[in-house]
């Protein structure tokens, strides 16, 4: 399966951003243990170049890994040296897309409005993530009207009891920050059990 296959199936993205660099191998297996198989690690996170290349060396047989909050080509080059399989960007940047589709990664760039969203897919995004979306489910099948062959993500703003209307809207897959992975939490035996009973959840609503 590649990559690309791998997040329209998976469908949620977890989003892991500033957590314990300590503390990601225990949250990657509790969200793998609840069904998650894509994970986002920010880079603006501690450490994260070098948390992206500890999961992918221990999880990447199991759980697709890549890289968030990226912002130039640069960056997204040390991402996917690191072993990102997929870089995902708040905005939209064309050499980042380019850098990302020259290593054979998933591009998922930044965009809102029907002008910007165009233009990420035209430039080469497989996905796009629509960002925030806060503004809810009906923008997404308002989007779909005249653009529906652009791959829409959702993202900043999708919670357990509004995922089910995006997807009915047509969102093809779906990023999860704080709403999934809390990391302001301490790590504790039971907040991985949580963490595991919520990433199911998450993932049932979805199927």
């Known amino acids: 399966m590649t990559p690309l296959s791998h997040i329209l199936v998976s469908k949620v993205v977890a989003i892991i951003r500033g957590a314990n660099p300590a503390d990601l191998l225990k949250i990657a ?32 047989d199991r759980m697709l890994i890549g890289a968030g909050t990226v912002l130039d080509a640069e960056t997204a ?21 380019r850098m990302t589709k020259r290593y054979g990664a998933v591009s998922i760039p930044g965009a809102f409005t029907a002008t910007e969203i165009l233009a990420a897919y035209e430039h080469g995004g497989d996905i796009i993530k629509v ?7 009906t923008y997404f099948k308002d989007i779909a009207g005249p653009l529906p062959f652009i791959p829409l993500m959702p993202t900043g703003g ?10 009915k809207a047509g969102a093809v897959a779906f990023g999860l920050g704080s709403a999934l992975v809390d990391t302001s939490q301490p790590v504790t035996d039971e907040y991985l059990r949580q963490l595991t009973e919520k990433a199911q959840q998450f993932v049932q609503a979805v199927v």
Do not use: C
């Open 131 to 137: 960002f925030p979306a806060s503004i809810g489910a």
């Open 77 to 97: 080059h040390a991402a996917l040296l690191a072993g990102a399989k997929f870089i995902i960007s708040p905005t939209l940047d064309k050499k980042t897309i």
């Open 29 to 60: 297996h509790a969200l793998h243990e609840g069904g998650i198989r894509t994970l986002e690690i920010t880079l603006n996170s501690p450490g994260a170049l070098a948390s992206i290349q500890e999961l992918t060396e221990a999880m990447g």
């Open 158 to 167: 999708v919670a357990l009891d509004t995922i089910q209307e995006f997807q």
